[in-house]
């Protein structure tokens, strides 16, 4: 079946660091891929997304472009705030009526 | 903006309690979703539904039971709930069954705490 996988975290970083967190999924088929960000207290909401191979995503300086040669779709963000702190969940949709199938997330931590 | 309300953001319930955890979305959305959520685990889906009174398994279902009487109003149910029940629980709701590739919509989550 399909599946995600993102590097583990916690991810800790200073303000204004590069970040990067991986995410590769396995699927057969042709998926759209998707970054939700979790702040503390809240639900989900949608970060970016991507619907086809080579198609980047990009949202609040978040970027991520989909890979299908490497199978994968890591998030990037050139300079990293403290209000970025938050879980961050890759996932993938198999085109199964808006069924997603999540990673297991990556907490990211940023020191002023 | 669409808003998904889950009634209950923290509950603390007894091993064999009957637990009700309800979501109302007010987007006139059709399809409608239970997670939970576990450390390291990401989340898991345990049961949606694309219309009133229609529901399907998720990866999840054992233990748990879900209702939708109305479109906007999905609940998740443990007949008997267990110490493992512990978790986050989220709703989501989406707006097209078989539409373009999804945003899901969640509540603020539920904790459930079972002793």
């Known amino acids: 079946g399909d599946s995600v996988t993102q590097m583990e975290g916690p991810v800790t970083l200073s303000e204004e660091a590069f970040l990067t967190i991986n995410c590769t999924y396995t699927?057969?088929?042709?998926?759209?891929l998707f970054w939700y960000v979790q702040y503390p207290g809240e639900g989900l909401q949608l970060l970016l997304k991507a619907t086809k191979a080579d198609d980047k995503g990009s949202n609040k300086g978040f970027e991520a472009t989909y890979r299908k040669e490497t199978t994968s779709f890591h998030l990037e963000k050139g300079s990293v705030q403290v209000s970025d702190s938050a879980v961050y969940f890759c996932a993938l949709d198999n085109n199964a009526g808006n069924m997603l199938t999540f990673g297991g997330g990556t907490r990211l931590m940023v020191k002023p | 903006d669409v808003k998904v309300t889950q009634s209950s953001r923290y509950l603390v319930k007894r091993t064999g309690e009957k637990v009700f955890l309800e979501c109302v979305q007010d987007m006139d959305h059709e399809n409608m979703f239970w997670y939970r959520q576990d450390p390291g685990l990401g989340l898991r889906l345990i049961y949606f539904?694309?219309?009133?009174?229609?529901?399907e398994k998720g990866d999840i279902p054992e233990g748990y039971s879900v209702s939708r009487e109305k479109k906007e109003r999905f609940s998740l149910i443990l007949e008997s709930a267990s110490t493992n029940q512990t978790s986050m629980y989220l709703c989501?709701?989406?707006?097209?069954?078989?539409?373009?590739?999804?945003?899901?919509?969640f509540g603020e989550g539920s904790r459930l705490t079972v002793l």
């Open positions: 539904s694309y219309d009133v009174k229609m529901k």
């Open positions: 699927a057969t088929g042709y998926p759209s």
């Open positions: 989501a709701s989406s707006l097209l069954a078989g539409g373009p590739a999804g945003e899901l919509f």
